[in-house]
């Protein structure tokens, strides 16, 4: 369906962004952000639990969890509509599709 969605858009050289996430990048939107891992959760709380174990106080910890989100960038659809992806976005995207990333590190 996205592709159907997508076509016209390309076909016209629009650049789109992807409220909803990687899976949309992945099937042909140019951006979106990333999700946080699972692991940067598991970070947050294992500080705050580490840090009630050695004695501080629930008051002196910060309750909001940073979400450190990423840009995702499609490579192929950036060449399918004559874009050339800002080198700032490309040294800290994720880069799609995933064969592209290892054209990129070389």
Not at 4 to 20: C, D, G, I, N, Y
Not at 27 to 33: C, E, F, H, V
């Amino acid at each position: 369906q996205m592709k159907v969605f997508l076509e016209p858009l390309h076909r016209h050289k629009v650049r789109t962004w992807a409220q909803s996430g990687v899976r949309f990048v992945e099937r042909g939107a140019l951006y979106s952000t990333t999700k946080v891992e699972y692991e940067e959760y598991g970070r947050f709380y294992a500080s705050v639990i580490a840090g009630l174990f050695n004695g501080q106080e629930l008051k002196d910890f910060n309750p909001i969890f940073e979400d450190p989100k990423s840009i995702a960038v499609n490579l192929k659809t950036a060449k399918k509509i004559n874009y050339d992806v800002p080198p700032a976005i490309l040294n800290s995207a994720e880069i799609y599709p995933k064969d592209m990333r290892e054209r990129k590190k070389k």
